[in-house]
């Protein structure tokens, strides 16, 4: 809970390895402050980061979001037996297409890179957020990135892209993949 706006907040931290830190603390201030730019209604707020004296961690704040991801919504839906409705379904992808389509035309051109039914969340009033924004960026100069995490996520990559740097495209096809989950 932030104290100060009280608002429930998520408290991050990414560690970077020496070697790399030191190599991309430029690029990692850019990297986040491009993050602190982005304002979209279906995008996760990225309040505040900071990154320590030593450059070794980047502690970053972004809105907590109070309903869980998709993920979390379809295994509930499934349990229950209950189908999601196709107006229900069509509201989400159109809120997921407005935040990758701002993502994709702004200044910056953010490529997401790792959309997933687990960085697709809801709040309480049923708008659709998409989080988790540039993680492959941040990736790259990390201490450690599971190798399982990576193979999960290898299932939301186009084949063709898997080689390659991201691109908008690559976006579209995961956004295709959580369609149809």
Request: charged share 25%; glycine share 4%.
């Amino acid at each position: 809970m932030d104290t100060e706006e009280g608002v429930e907040v998520v408290w991050n931290e990414v560690n970077f390895s020496e070697r790399k830190a030191s190599a991309k603390g430029d690029y990692m201030k850019k990297v986040f402050d491009n993050l602190a730019a982005l304002k979209h209604a279906n995008i996760v707020k990225f309040y505040e980061y900071w990154i320590t004296d030593n450059h070794q961690r980047v502690v970053f704040i972004t809105e907590y979001m109070t309903s869980g991801s998709l993920k979390q919504f379809i295994k509930k839906a499934q349990k229950n037996k209950k189908p999601v409705g196709k107006k229900m379904w069509a509201r989400w992808c159109r809120h997921i297409l407005y935040a990758l389509s701002y993502l994709h035309e702004s200044d910056l051109e953010i490529v997401h890179g790792n959309l997933t039914c687990d960085t697709i969340f809801f709040q309480h009033n049923g708008l659709i957020k998409i989080g988790c924004v540039a993680p492959d960026t941040i990736s790259k100069h990390v201490k450690t990135v599971s190798d399982s995490a990576a193979a999960r996520k290898s299932y939301y990559i186009a084949p063709e892209f898997c080689q390659q740097s991201l691109v908008t495209q690559s976006d579209i096809y995961a956004f295709g993949v959580c369609a149809l989950e």
